[in-house]
């Protein structure tokens, strides 16, 4: 049986806008969108932890791909 996939539109997640980014209603890190080719995977950039306990995990300036259909994500104001 092949994976399914949830894909995002290339119109919802926009390279150069900055998100936040939770995971099951926890609120992670801001990131900027540096690479998406509209499917299920992106690479962030952080620009900032959104709590004190994230800002143990995620560093500014750091880049990783993330699944982005496992997150939550909103547009940063």
Known sequence: MKPVHDKVNKE???IGNTYNI???GKPLYAAEVVKFHGGCWATVRVTK???EETAKLYTPGV???IKV???EV????
């Open 12 to 14: 919802e997640f926009v």
């Open 22 to 24: 939770s995971l099951r």
């Open 49 to 51: 932890p959104l709590t």
């Open 63 to 65: 880049e990783f791909d």
């Open 69 to 71: 259909a496992e997150y």
């Open 74 to 77: 909103a547009m940063s104001q």
